[in-house]
C-alpha cells in the first residue's frame, strides 16, 4: 500500500485559503489520491479524489504534481466548519481488494 | 435519506462479554468495510467484504467476527477474545470494493466503551 505523510497540524485564519500538503512518494500508476475529513466524533466526509489531473469542486480544489508523488488539498475560503482532521489517502488494489488505508492525517483549526 | 446507519451511538460491553454492532445500508452497494479508530490516530481496517455471504480479513482482525447475510447488512461482534475493544467503530461502503476510484461513505460512527 502507498503510505502518506501529512503534517499534524496547521493553523489558518478564516477567510484566507488553506492549503494542506501531503506526500505520496511510493504511489503507483493506477492509484488516486483521496482526501477526507473528520470532525470529532463522526464519521469521515468525502471531500475529493484524483488520479494524475487538478480537481476542483464544490468544496476543495486538489493539485497534483506531474510525477504524482505529491499533492495540496485547497479550501479557497476556510470557515470556522473547516475545523477538523483531514486525511490524505492512496487507494490501492491488493488483488481484486481496493482499499484505503488511513494515515494520521492533519489537524486542522481555523481560527478568527 | 440514503445512506449507512450504525447502531448503537453508544455500547458498553462487559468483561468476557460478546457484543455486536450493527451496521445497514441502503446504497446498494457490494462493498461493505469495518474500521477502528482509537484516540488521536487514524482509521485501522478490521474486515471487508465485496459480495454477500464473502468477507475478508483487514489489518486487525483478531478478536473481531462478521456475517454478510444480506446485501445491506454487514455486522461486526466484538468478542471477548478482543483484548482492548474500547474504540470508536466506522461502518463503510462502496460500490463495488474492486476499483481505485470509489468512493467510500461512512456512517456515524458507534463508541464502544468497556464497563
Known amino acids: 500500500d502507498a503510505k502518506t505523510t501529512q503534517p499534524p497540524s496547521m493553523d489558518c485564519a478564516e477567510g484566507r485559503a488553506a492549503n494542506l500538503p501531503c506526500n505520496h512518494s511510493t504511489i503507483s500508476g493506477n492509484e488516486y489520491v483521496y482526501w477526507y475529513r473528520q470532525i470529532h466524533s463522526q464519521g469521515p466526509q468525502y471531500i475529493i479524489h484524483g488520479l494524475k489531473n487538478n480537481e476542483t469542486n464544490e468544496m476543495a480544489s486538489l493539485i497534483i504534481t506531474e510525477d504524482r508523488k505529491s499533492s495540496t488539498l485547497i479550501l479557497p475560503h476556510a470557515t470556522l466548519r473547516d475545523t477538523a482532521v483531514y486525511y490524505c489517502?492512496?487507494?490501492?488494489?491488493?488483488?481484486?481488494?481496493?482499499?484505503?488505508?488511513f494515515g494520521t492525517g492533519t489537524r486542522l483549526q481555523v481560527t478568527l | 435519506d440514503g445512506g449507512i446507519t450504525q447502531s448503537p451511538k453508544y455500547l458498553f460491553r462487559k468483561e468476557g462479554q460478546n457484543v455486536t454492532l450493527s451496521c445497514e445500508q441502503n446504497l446498494n452497494h457490494d462493498a461493505m468495510y469495518w474500521y477502528r479508530q482509537d484516540p488521536g490516530q487514524g482509521l485501522r481496517l478490521i474486515y471487508y467484504s465485496q459480495i454477500v455471504n464473502d468477507f475478508q480479513k483487514g489489518d486487525i482482525a483478531e478478536g473481531y467476527s462478521v456475517s454478510r447475510e444480506k446485501k445491506e447488512s454487514f455486522p461486526l461482534t466484538v468478542t471477548s477474545a478482543q483484548k482492548n475493544p474500547t474504540a470508536f467503530y466506522l461502518c463503510?461502503?462502496?460500490?463495488?470494493?474492486?476499483?481505485?476510484?470509489?468512493?467510500?461513505?461512512f456512517g456515524s460512527g458507534t463508541q464502544l466503551s468497556v464497563l
Open positions: 463503510a461502503s462502496s460500490t463495488s470494493g474492486k476499483a481505485t476510484n470509489e468512493k467510500l461513505f
Open positions: 489517502i492512496v487507494r490501492s488494489l491488493t488483488g481484486t481488494a481496493s482499499k484505503l488505508t
